[in-house]
């Protein structure tokens, strides 16, 4: 029975999916340098952006997943490619691997997320059932139970960082569906513009793949050590179930400990502050993966009369540092207005979370490239350097920004921090 249980686990975490439809180009190191990032914008030259909705549905057993057409012109120009995954009670996404950064917003429910690091010691242990107790992660190297990398309890409005490579799950072990908007941002390289756009249209057909159906079943079993029948049955095309499957006795011996995240959530930032002072690094193995971007009390622009907004950038999540991404989460109270602005680090890619908004983007040469209603469900791009500017509808306006930069810098044109109020009166009176 034993043996059997851990063939069956083998199949399970072993049996990584290769997101071949969404393998834009290959993550191309760090694109924190501001070479790169010019070399992005001189690539958006837009005649027109609007919101639009996920073109496609893949559907699975236990939930579905939806993709944006990455050939639209707005998301060639970020170089990202935007999903939503949707997991219904009690089901699992299956192990996985994109060749790109992501970062992922829990729009509603919770669960648990899994992310294995190459290299990185397995110094969690799932205990089994004890009389009296609930199961739960610990740390140690004891033999008794499953020894893996560590998981983490994710929330609604919870931001989820994923180095490019790194294998990840996720299981829904909550009340209602799981709701995530997945963001995959590779390297815009020039030289490689045409052939990833040649590639991709090919890769889209394929969809999810399983990578060990390529492999020769003895090499294989070899390799991993486990029965020629375990590797047929890791190799079989399972299209009826999809990249999401029901999970039929449940995973009640993954719990990770609840109360030691929150303490360590609630010690981060002052944590963060003082080794990056003594001048030292968090190890990628032990660096903190989530954090909540819905909290009030941490919001970074507050007004009583038109919103607020958090930023959650390389200081709240030192990770994004390494995968030099950041997020946003905005609400604009009904009919308020975000005064123009634009980004100077990377670009934004806007998903409409709630109600509606009047969205008008202007590009560096002055000319009205977007001038459109955006409504819940949408996504779209505000290229860098584009001056942007937000009015909300009757019903006022949620939204979440994925950023290519985890330091994101703007200029306003309005407000007591805008380019206008800083230049001397002279030179505004004679220009």
């Given at each position: 029975?034993?043996?059997t249980?851990?063939?069956?686990?083998?199949?399970l975490?072993?049996?990584?999916?290769?997101?071949?439809?969404?393998?834009?180009?290959?993550?191309?190191?760090?694109q924190?340098?501001?070479?790169?990032?010019?070399t992005q914008?001189?690539?958006?030259?837009?005649?027109?952006?609007?919101g639009c909705q996920?073109?496609d549905?893949?559907?699975?057993e236990?939930g579905?997943?939806?993709?944006?057409d990455?050939n639209e012109?707005?998301f060639?120009?970020?170089g990202?490619?935007p999903?939503?995954?949707?997991?219904?009670?009690?089901?699992?996404?299956?192990p996985?691997?994109h060749?790109m950064r992501?970062?992922v917003?829990?729009?509603?429910?919770?669960g648990i997320?899994?992310?294995?690091?190459?290299?990185?010691?397995?110094?969690f242990?799932?205990?089994?059932?004890?009389?009296?107790?609930?199961p739960?992660?610990?740390?140690g190297?004891?033999?008794?139970?499953?020894?893996?990398?560590?998981?983490?309890r994710?929330?609604?409005?919870?931001v989820?960082a994923?180095?490019?490579?790194?294998?990840?799950?996720?299981?829904?072990?909550g009340?209602e569906?799981?709701?995530?908007v997945?963001?995959?941002?590779?390297?815009?390289?020039?030289?490689?513009?045409?052939?990833?756009?040649?590639?991709?249209?090919?890769?889209?057909?394929q969809?999810?793949?399983?990578?060990?159906?390529a492999?020769?079943?003895?090499?294989?079993?070899?390799?991993i050590?486990?029965?020629?029948?375990?590797?047929?049955k890791?190799?079989?095309?399972?299209t009826?179930r999809?990249?999401?499957?029901?999970?039929?006795?449940?995973?009640?011996t993954?719990k990770?400990?609840?109360?030691?995240?929150?303490?360590r959530?609630?010690?981060?930032?002052?944590?963060?502050?003082?080794?990056?002072?003594?001048?030292?690094?968090?190890?990628?193995?032990?660096?903190?993966?989530?954090?909540?971007?819905?909290t009030?009390?941490?919001?970074d622009?507050?007004?009583?009369?038109?919103?607020?907004?958090?930023?959650?950038?390389?200081q709240?999540?030192?990770?994004?540092?390494?995968?030099d991404m950041?997020?946003s989460?905005?609400?604009?109270?009904?009919?308020?207005l975000?005064?123009?602005?634009?980004?100077?680090?990377?670009?934004?890619?806007?998903y409409?979370?709630?109600?509606?908004?009047?969205?008008?983007?202007?590009?560096?040469?002055?000319?009205?490239?977007?001038?459109?209603?955006?409504?819940?469900?949408?996504?779209?791009?505000v290229?860098q350097?584009f001056?942007?500017?937000?009015?909300?509808?009757?019903?006022g306006?949620?939204?979440?920004?994925?950023?290519?930069?985890?330091?994101?810098?703007?200029?306003?044109?309005?407000?007591y921090?805008s380019v206008i109020r800083?230049?001397?009166?002279?030179v505004?009176?004679?220009a």
């Open positions: 029975m034993a043996v249980t851990r063939l069956l686990l083998a199949v975490f072993f049996a990584f999916l290769l997101s071949a439809a969404n393998a834009i180009r290959e993550y191309q190191g760090q924190g340098q501001g070479g790169t990032r010019l914008a001189q690539q958006c030259r837009l005649q027109r952006i609007a996920p073109s549905r893949i559907e699975s236990g579905f997943s939806e993709l944006w990455e012109e707005q060639q120009c970020a990202v490619a999903l939503r995954f949707v997991i219904r009670r009690n089901s699992l996404s299956l996985k691997f060749p992501g970062l917003y829990i729009q509603r429910g919770q997320v899994g992310i294995t690091y190459p290299g990185c010691a397995e110094t242990q799932s205990q089994t059932f004890q009389a009296g107790r609930e739960r992660e610990e740390r190297q004891g033999l008794g139970g499953d020894q893996h990398q560590k998981v983490h994710i929330r609604q409005g919870d989820v994923i180095p490019a490579g790194a294998a990840h799950w996720c299981y829904n072990d009340e569906e799981l709701v995530a997945f963001y995959l941002a590779g390297g815009v390289q020039e030289n490689e513009s045409q052939r990833a756009q040649t590639g991709l249209r090919k890769q889209r057909k969809k999810f793949q399983n990578i060990f159906r492999f020769d079943t003895e090499l294989l079993a070899e390799a050590n486990i029965p020629s029948e375990t590797v047929r890791m190799q079989e095309e399972q009826e999809g990249t999401i499957v029901n999970v039929r006795e449940g995973m009640s993954i990770p400990d609840e109360e030691e995240a929150e303490g959530s609630q010690r981060g930032q002052q944590w963060w502050e003082k080794v990056t002072r003594n001048g030292l690094e968090e190890n990628i193995c032990t660096m903190k993966i989530r954090t909540n971007i819905e009030q009390r941490r919001a622009i507050f007004s009583r009369q038109a919103g607020k907004v958090n930023h959650v950038g390389r709240k999540l030192p990770i994004l540092e390494y995968i950041s997020a989460k905005g609400t604009i109270y009904p009919n308020a975000m005064s123009p602005h634009w980004t100077l680090t990377g670009h934004s890619v806007v409409v979370e709630r109600g509606e908004a009047q969205v008008q983007v202007v590009d560096q040469t002055g000319q009205q490239v977007m001038n459109d209603k955006v409504n819940q469900g949408e996504m779209f791009v290229p350097y001056p942007a500017t937000i009015k909300a509808g009757e019903s306006f949620e939204f979440v920004v994925f950023r290519t930069s985890s330091q994101p810098m703007s200029n306003q044109l309005a407000g921090t800083a230049m001397p009166v002279e505004l009176t004679n």
